[in-house]
């Protein structure tokens, strides 16, 4: 009201005069006030709504990425390494005797070594007999020898004759007495069965003592390592194996994997072993592929071991 007191009778007055005032007082009032900051629960809320479902659908797309070039496009396989295992069989018949470090249930073996021995008491007894005839029959045609050399130098042909007849017979004797020495040394070596490979003794079916007769096993030897891997594909595969074509070997458990190559396919449809069927219930054939050992320094496998095989075809060079 002073204002309006004060003011010009002649002056026409500014309309919304003191309406510009008030607003340019409010404006110099709001300058002046800092804004509010925003609380850390809101922006981790934003940060969770916003970034996040970003961030994970960009490592699933690169996980996506990384397992389709390893599996996509590749037909999967499950291979097996093969277990070398051989069954010791008597070659005769004849009395398993007590030996020192008869093998038992997974003692380790070495090749060449000796596992069991037959009871050779009496083939001994019968050597000794035929050495000592051996040596008495030497002397005998050492001496008929020397009858020989006697009579040659008289005049009676008749007494160099019967000499000489002598002395064939014992060299005719020894000869067949030698023959069966070595005969008996042959057995008597025979009766030493050695290991044929290197590794454990899976099964002993035969004791010491025991009477066994020819062609029965007497233990199980497996060897250490597999020599190779069995797999089978089955028809209509996407991508079928060949010879020298490169597969990825996967350990089931430790998931270590090792490239390795094809070295044969097979050309015949056979029944897929039971333990590599999908469903165990549901028999299936497949083709059978052999698979070189990778290498055991950077992937371990054991005989009998199941392991997963990823064939590499020509899109995937």
């Known amino acids: 009201m002073a204002a309006d007191l004060n003011m010009n009778p002649n002056e026409?007055?500014?309309?919304?005069?003191?309406?510009?005032?008030?607003?340019?007082?409010?404006?110099?009032?709001?300058?002046?006030?800092?804004?509010?900051?925003?609380?850390?629960?809101?922006?981790?809320?934003?940060?969770?709504?916003q970034i996040l479902p970003i961030v994970v659908f960009t490592l699933a797309l690169c996980a996506t990425a990384y397992l389709w070039k390893d599996y996509a496009g590749t037909p999967?396989?499950?291979?097996?390494?093969?277990?070398?295992?051989?069954?010791?069989?008597?070659?005769?018949?004849?009395?398993?005797?007590?030996?020192?470090?008869?093998?038992?249930?997974?003692?380790?073996?070495?090749?060449?070594?000796?596992?069991?021995r037959f009871d050779v008491t009496h083939l001994q007894d019968q050597q000794d007999k035929a050495q000592e005839e051996l040596s008495k029959l030497q002397k005998e045609l050492d001496d008929a020898n020397k009858l020989v050399e006697t009579a040659g130098k008289g005049s009676?042909?008749?007494?160099?004759e019967d000499a000489k007849r002598q002395a064939a017979a014992y060299k005719g004797a020894l000869e067949e007495k030698r023959t069966e020495f070595d005969h008996l040394e042959r057995q008597i070596k025979a009766a030493t069965i050695e290991s044929p490979v290197g590794g454990k003794v899976t099964a002993v079916?035969?004791?010491?003592?025991?009477?066994?007769?020819?062609?029965?096993?007497?233990?199980?030897?497996?060897q250490d390592s597999g020599a190779y891997i069995v797999s089978?594909?089955?028809?209509?595969?996407?991508?079928?194996?060949?010879?020298?074509?490169k597969v990825l070997v996967r350990n089931q458990t430790s998931r270590k994997s090792a490239w390795s190559r094809v070295q044969e396919v097979g050309t015949s449809v056979q029944p897929i072993p039971e333990h590599q069927l999908t469903n165990s219930k549901k028999p299936e054939w497949g083709i059978p592929v052999r698979i070189a050992m990778p290498d055991t320094d950077l992937l371990p496998l054991r005989p009998g071991e199941l392991v997963v095989l990823n064939f590499q075809s020509d899109q995937a060079k």
């Open 76 to 116: 999967h396989g499950v291979g097996e390494v093969n277990a070398v295992t051989v069954r010791v069989a008597a070659p005769h018949d004849g009395k398993l005797a007590a030996m020192e470090g008869y093998p038992r249930v997974y003692d380790h073996v070495d090749l060449g070594q000796p596992i069991a």
């Open 205 to 222: 079916d035969r004791q010491p003592n025991e009477f066994v007769k020819q062609g029965q096993e007497i233990m199980t030897i497996t």
């Open 156 to 160: 009676d042909k008749s007494k160099l």
């Open 12 to 49: 026409t007055p500014k309309p919304g005069g003191a309406l510009e005032y008030a607003s340019g007082a409010s404006a110099v009032e709001t300058a002046s006030i800092e804004p509010i900051p925003t609380p850390m629960k809101l922006r981790l809320r934003r940060i969770r709504y």
């Open 232 to 245: 089978y594909v089955r028809p209509g595969s996407a991508v079928m194996p060949r010879k020298d074509m």
